[in-house]
């Protein structure tokens, strides 16, 4: 099992540009999310997907959108970079087992210049 | 006022040296506890987890939730240099809320 992937590892970006992050995930988990860790701020939930088909804004969701492809795919979409948008992205997926455990991906450092 | 407060430290010891980290919470709610370890350049892994209060061992880490003073923490016993890394409390009731992070160094 990979886990959770994420792809990109690093990117970087001009203003006004506009990429799209991908994350996947093979432990038939059905909820996936998407953090933004930024020092001294720790880790904050941008959007997450309770299942398939159902997205939901989180603390931070100002200029970003998602979609939930199917059960593995979560993908975050930046349609026009900002500076403020320099991060490093988490995804992870949770099981809804005994210990709620959240599994993260290895993160895309993003740099918009 | 953040939901969950984690001194970011950086925290430096020696080799062999008993590590707390600790975190308190405003959301009384909250009934799941987990500490997570990050290390650099890597996502964060599940390292602990404990439902409501009471301590709960594993090796030479121990957790232990305070509800009634909204305190969790982490030791860490004989640290080595392979636990240097940040750790993250998470703390959940259906929403997970984490923490900012304490960096730790365990020197040799």
């Known amino acids: 099992n990979a886990g959770v992937t994420q792809t990109p590892k690093f990117q970087v970006l001009k203003t006004g540009q506009s990429m799209t992050l991908q994350c996947a995930q093979d432990?038939?988990?059905?909820?996936m999310y998407w953090y933004r860790q930024d020092p001294g701020m720790g880790l904050r939930l941008i959007y997450y997907?309770?299942?398939?088909?159902?997205?939901d804004k989180g603390e931070v969701p100002n200029g970003y959108n998602v979609s939930r492809l199917n059960k593995r795919e979560f993908s975050l979409r930046l349609e026009s970079a900002a500076p403020s948008q320099t991060s490093v992205y988490f995804c992870?997926?949770?099981?809804?087992?005994?210990?709620?455990?959240?599994?993260f991906g290895p993160g895309t450092r993003l740099t918009v210049l | 006022q953040k939901e969950v407060e984690q001194d970011p430290g950086p925290l430096s010891v020696p080799e062999g040296a008993i590590v707390s980290l600790n975190c308190t919470y405003s959301?009384?709610?909250?009934?799941?506890f987990m500490w997570y370890r990050q290390y650099s350049r890597k996502g964060p892994e599940l390292l602990m987890y404990?439902?409501?209060?009471g301590n709960k061992e594993d090796g030479r880490f121990t957790a232990q939730v305070d509800k009634s003073s909204k305190y969790i923490s982490l030791f860490i016993r004989d640290s080595q240099p392979s636990d240097s890394a940040t750790y993250l409390c998470?703390?959940?009731?259906?929403?997970?809320?984490f923490g900012a992070g304490t960096r730790l160094t365990v020197k040799p």
């Open positions: 992870a997926s949770r099981d809804r087992g005994p210990t709620d455990t959240q599994y």
């Open positions: 432990m038939n988990h059905n909820s």
């Open positions: 997907s309770a299942s398939e088909g159902t997205t």
């Open positions: 959301n009384s709610a909250f009934q799941y």
């Open positions: 404990t439902y409501s209060s």
């Open positions: 998470a703390m959940t009731s259906g929403d997970m809320r």
